[in-house]
């Protein structure tokens, strides 16, 4: 398992051009809604690193530079997690890893919770890596807001390759319990986990939850 507290900065993926032609509807909502959201966080950065350049209290420099690292980070995330435009095969494990360390410098950092990724180099299409990411993202969210009482944790991600499927789980150390009514973080994973063809199995106990994705590998040079 890797630690991604000081894991180096990934470079963004870059999708190549396929022979789709135009976007849907819904792919466009979706592009607008993507953009507005980046415009919005990107304003919100240069609001505050031009108030700490104005302010002289060492003190108020301090707390709007912190402030502008976290908007920063959420924006990463918010990049990792961006639809791709084009479906090509790209290395699942180094797009996770990219969207794990995102997640760390956004949120876990500042809650004391450690995120390990364990994957081997595998190739999947853009939108499966792109589905699964979303998947994962909103699993270690629930962790770190449900397994954790405030005193920091573990949570582990891992992806294999089972031959003709997919396995990704996500696992904490913490006591989240059960009864925890679903929210529409796990509503948006369940239609997830079914755009995927997949399965998703859940199991809690003392020692913490265990959440395994699993989906069909799309065989190379299948478009979805």
Sequence with gaps: MTPLASAPEYALIDYAPSSRS????????????????????????????????RSSATEVKIALDRVRERLESWAR???????PDY???????????????????????????????????????????????????????????????????VINVDLVCLEAAVECCVEDNGSAHEGVRPGRGLRIVAA?????????EQRFGPRG?????????VEEGVTR
């Design 22 to 53: 135009s976007a849907s509807e819904d792919r466009l909502l979706l592009d607008e809604l993507t953009h507005r959201v980046s415009n919005e966080l990107a304003a919100a950065i240069g609001i505050v690193t031009a108030a700490a350049a």
């Design 77 to 83: 995330v918010q990049l990792a997690l961006q639809m």
């Design 209 to 217: 939850t265990r959440s395994t994705l699993t989906f069909p590998l």
């Design 87 to 153: 479906d090509t095969l790209i290395d699942a494990s180094l797009y996770l890893r990219q969207l794990c360390h995102a997640l760390v410098r956004s949120k876990l950092n500042w809650q004391e919770i450690e995120l390990t990724v364990s994957a081997a180099p595998l190739k999947l299409h853009s939108v499966q890596c792109w589905r699964m990411g979303l998947i994962v993202a909103e699993l270690v969210t629930n962790s770190a807001r449900h397994a954790f009482s405030g005193n920091g944790g």
């Design 192 to 200: 997830l986990t079914e755009k995927l063809g997949g399965t998703m």
